[in-house]
């Protein structure tokens, strides 16, 4: 087994995954970063704010483009628990976002390399460098933990 641990930025997303779940959320974790910086952090809060678009990515958005008081997000990387969906994808590209990283894949929901693919649109205004698989197997765990305790 390797040495090579998670970059801190994913960690800290897998963490805030943690954390979703613990709050009855579907435990998705999402940080945004420029220059080695956090910037904005959220885990998904649709439940609890009674909002069906707070999945963890649009929060961390919303919070980065506050803190940086520009709604683009020019150099900025996103780093998320789980394949962002349609909606999600559609926020990384209005906010322009660089470089998005996401440990576990959707085949359900995911919308970068399953579904709609929205990166891969001839429509689509900017196309993020995209990076998977990184803490996959830990966000998947965590992911399937949670849904096996509803079921």
């Excluded at 040495?3 to 579907?26: D, F, I, N």
């Excluded at 649009?58 to 683009?72: S, T, Y």
């Amino acid at each position: 087994m390797a040495s090579w641990t998670l970059p801190q930025p994913m960690q800290r997303a897998l963490e805030l995954a943690e954390k979703s779940a613990a709050a009855g959320e579907v435990p998705v974790g999402a940080v945004v970063t420029r220059g080695g910086e956090v910037i904005a952090e959220a885990h998904n809060a649709p439940r609890k704010t009674h909002d069906p678009t707070a999945h963890a990515e649009i929060l961390a958005i919303r919070r980065a483009a506050e803190a940086l008081g520009d709604e683009r997000l020019t150099g900025c990387e996103l780093w998320v628990t789980l394949e962002p969906c349609a909606m999600c994808a559609g926020a990384i590209v209005h906010a322009r976002i660089a470089k998005l990283y996401y440990a576990a894949s959707d085949p359900k929901g995911g919308a970068v390399e399953h579904g709609a693919r929205v990166f891969e649109q001839p429509q689509c205004l900017h196309r993020p460098e995209v990076y998977s698989g990184m803490g996959e197997a830990r966000a998947a765990d965590v992911l399937r933990e949670f849904f096996q305790e509803r079921r």
